[in-house]
T-cell receptor
């Protein structure tokens, strides 16, 4: 089946630094990738939708200058948390939608990246 | 390797009951999630099981057997709005999520 990976799996950084998280589709091409944040009650909040070669679409309330998303190729999207603060500590999950595997609505989810900002 | 299996698609009738199974083989286990995802929308959290047994939440119940690597989501009194994909995901020993491919549930009148 379709596999999505994330790197790193966990990261600890100091407040004020920037952190980059990669999301890769390993065996399929993903024209659309989604970035989510998982809250303590386990709900997933959609942060943004990124399409290859174009600007990401951010959900209301998500700061685009703080959460920079780049979808440079059909297999890679990156989320950069700039000037991270402790409240950015969370579990970030990406998913990818394939045009060649399964139906067009299916999203394949990554394992998540746990970010801790000290 | 790590693996989550759930049926690709299921069909059920409005008002009936349906059980969606999920079996898993993972490196460690810290919990199992069920999410509902309507087309074009973000997944909605349904349940999180850590201990064996059945947890009931309204029309939805989730069951876990850790020794068998097995869970199911039970939906009662099905409504047309329950037509969606249902995702099973396991938290492994590193608290990373291993996702099933989702089960597309089709409800017919």
């Amino acid at each position: 089946g379709a596999v999505v990976s994330q790197h790193p799996s966990r990261v600890i950084c100091k407040s004020g630094t920037s952190v980059k998280i990669e999301c890769r589709s390993l065996d399929f091409q993903a024209t659309t990738m989604f970035w989510y944040r998982q809250f303590p009650k386990k709900s997933l909040m959609l942060m943004a939708t990124s399409n290859e070669g174009s600007k990401a679409t951010y959900e209301q309330g998500v700061e685009k200058d703080k959460f920079l998303i780049n979808h440079a190729s059909l297999t890679l999207s990156t989320l950069t948390v700039t000037s991270a603060h402790p409240e950015d500590s969370s579990f970030y999950i990406c998913s990818a939608r394939s045009q060649t595997t399964g139906d067009l609505e299916t999203q394949y989810f990554g394992p998540g990246t746990r970010l801790l900002v000290l | 390797g790590q693996n989550i299996d759930q049926p690709t698609e299921m069909t059920a009738t409005e008002g009936a009951i349906v059980q969606i199974n999920c079996t898993y083989q993972t490196s460690g286990f810290n919990g199992l999630f069920w999410y509902q995802q309507h087309a074009g929308e973000a997944p909605t959290f349904l349940s999180y099981n850590v201990l064996d047994g059945l947890e009931e939440k309204g029309r939805f119940s989730s069951f876990l057997s850790r020794s068998k690597g097995y869970s199911y989501l039970l939906l009662k009194e099905l409504q047309m709005k329950d037509s969606a994909s249902y995702l099973c995901a396991v938290e492994d020993s590193n608290y990373q999520l291993i996702w099933g491919a989702g089960t597309k549930l089709i409800i017919k009148p």
